[in-house]
T-cell receptor
């Protein structure tokens, strides 16, 4: 069974702090996606990383794909209350021939003003 | 959610009834994936369809669940004789095409199924 371990599961920080969320696996992924999900809504795509070692930036969010394409991280700089939400990583295993996504358990982030 | 439509958004059924969940993919997308999110759990893959074909149903329960994606119209996830354990959020995701390294899926808002 392919797993994507996401940590931490819960994070409560003060506005202005930095944080990092990790996704790790023993499997190689052909791509990895980060989503944000609000209560009662579907996951909204933030970024897709494809190349090992790739770094993508989206304003205060920095996404990195590990060199071996087995892990990824999301770093948020100077978190704001508007960043509060559920963050999900999801990958398509390289061994898969259908592209189905394996999801991490999610990280619930609370940013207090 | 990038144009993927799902309906109904909320569905309440009594045990033993049937539930039909619909998904219209983004325009131009011919690949549809269904995922289920049980309370306090992550999203789990159920089934992958292309127009008129089921490609991978390895995540779908063997009994009571079926899916289709006809040539015309939305993809349908059907659950017969629902039980309380079927209560969950069901998400559809669409993709324009699939090849290794090009796997971006766009999700709909989901259908929240409650079985009484």
């Amino acid at each position: 069974t392919q797993l994507l371990e996401q940590s931490p599961q819960f994070l409560s920080i003060q506005e202005g702090e930095n944080l990092t969320v990790y996704c790790n696996s023993s499997s190689v992924f052909s791509s990895l996606q980060w989503y944000r999900q609000e209560p009662g809504e579907g996951p909204v795509l933030l970024v897709t990383v494809v190349t090992g070692g790739e770094v993508k930036k989206l304003k205060r969010l920095t996404f990195q794909f590990g060199d071996a394409r087995k892990d990824s991280s999301l770093h948020i700089t100077a978190a704001q209350p508007g960043d509060t939400g559920l963050y999900l990583c999801a990958g398509a295993a390289e061994s898969s021939n259908t592209g189905k996504l394996i999801f991490g358990q999610g990280t619930t982030l609370q940013v207090k003003p | 959610n990038a144009g993927v439509m799902q309906n109904p958004r909320h569905l309440v059924r009594r045990r033993g009834q049937e539930a039909r969940l619909r998904c219209s993919p983004m325009k131009g997308h011919s690949h549809v994936y269904w995922y289920r999110q049980l309370p306090e759990e992550g999203l789990k893959f159920m089934v992958y369809l292309q127009k008129e074909n089921i490609i991978d149903e390895s995540g779908m329960p063997k009994e009571r669940f079926s899916a289709e994606f006809p040539k015309e119209g939305p993809s349908i996830l059907r659950i017969q004789q629902v039980v309380r354990g079927d209560s969950a959020a069901y998400f559809c995701a669409s993709q324009s095409t699939w090849s290794s390294g090009s796997d971006t899926q766009y999700f709909g808002p989901g259908t929240r199924l409650t079985v009484l």
